[in-house]
């Protein structure tokens, strides 16, 4: 009888496992780095709160997203001409969603895209450059519409 129930916990155990991944118990973090399409996502408490996956990335490129916050504003008044704005799945609505894929209570899910995007990281740089320069938010987001639209 007990050699029974030896045989028999191994296999309870494995069908409990199976059983939590396929209810999704098994499933990733939210707040660990996951592919989500083309983009590395990673969800922290805030904007000040920067990813891991940057740890891979340039100073240059560290830099920027760790002032997303501080320019949050204009980045949501420009597009991004990168052609983002034109994918069928999840396109994005403005330079922010280069940065930040989503944004609630939860906190922040932060994006690679512009990580990976020259496009996206050289509007950033030129909002940087032109808020230091004391360039008001339509003027800045006149010169993203001069300098990076191709239709311009």
Known sequence: ???????????????GGILLVACGGGGSNASEPH???????????????????????????????????????????????????????????????????????SGVTWTDHSGQCGICTEELVKIEEWTKQGKSHDEIHQLIEDNFNPNA
């Not at 009888?1 to 069908?15: G, I, N, S, Y």
């Not at 980045?75 to 994005?92: A, I, L, R, T």
């Open 1 to 15: 009888m007990k050699a029974k129930w030896l045989l028999a916990l191994p296999a309870a155990v494995l069908a």
């Open 35 to 105: 592919r989500h399409g083309n983009e590395m996502w990673e969800q922290k408490a805030s904007l000040a709160n920067m990813p891991s996956f940057l740890d891979k990335y340039s100073g240059r490129t560290r830099h920027l997203y760790s002032v997303v916050g501080k320019y949050e504003e204009i980045m949501k008044m420009v597009n991004c001409y990168c052609g983002c704005m034109k994918y069928e799945d999840d396109p994005h609505g403005s330079l922010f969603r280069c940065y930040v894929a989503e944004q609630n209570e």
